[in-house]
């Protein structure tokens, strides 16, 4: 759901710029909860107050709720049917195609500045680092996200502090 969000609330709608979807993304991975349904609050939180939020958070869960519903009815009845199974199969696929764009979206959006140009070099560099070791800490050594998160909060910062220090303000184009 996270790139239909995207491109609704960025592109179609324009009721969030590209950095602040970024920046909810990343608020909405970092709060409990499913990141759809924190992401869909935020936006009708925005765009309309309290009653934006409830509107957006029955919206996202409204109908995934009545789907499983549907859907759990229906598997008992064909659920062995090779038919389905290979339909599973093809939507897992294509749930990883959406994940593998979105993250590729949001680590060149990282890499633009405020003007919305490429940054440096540097700053591009350590995005993609960060990206890579945070994939690595929890795809392949089972860091839990929190512990990433927090690290990453923590080397941001430090890594904007020595570039303001070294005079460097390529963290803020």
Do not use: H
């Amino acid at each position: 759901m996270i790139p239909q969000i995207q491109q609704v609330a960025t592109e179609e709608k324009g009721w969030l710029t590209e950095d602040e979807m970024l920046d909810c993304i990343a608020m909405g991975q970092s709060l409990p909860g499913v990141i759809a349904i924190n992401i869909g609050t935020y936006v009708g939180y925005r765009q309309r107050g309290l009653a934006g939020a409830l509107a957006a958070t029955f919206g996202v869960v409204l109908p995934a709720f009545l789907s499983i519903l549907i859907l759990v009815a229906l598997l008992d009845v064909i659920g062995d049917n090779p038919w389905v199974a290979g339909a599973f199969t093809g939507i897992k696929a294509a749930v990883c195609g959406l994940l593998i764009v979105t993250s590729v979206k949001l680590l060149l959006q990282m890499c633009k500045g405020k003007d919305g140009n490429y940054a440096g070099k540097g700053r591009i560099t350590f995005t993609v680092i960060m990206s890579l070791l945070s994939l690595v800490a929890v795809g392949f050594l089972g860091i839990t996200a929190v512990l990433v998160i927090l690290a990453g909060i923590v080397i941001g910062i430090v890594y904007y502090r020595i570039s303001e220090m070294s005079g460097s303000r390529e963290v803020d184009k």
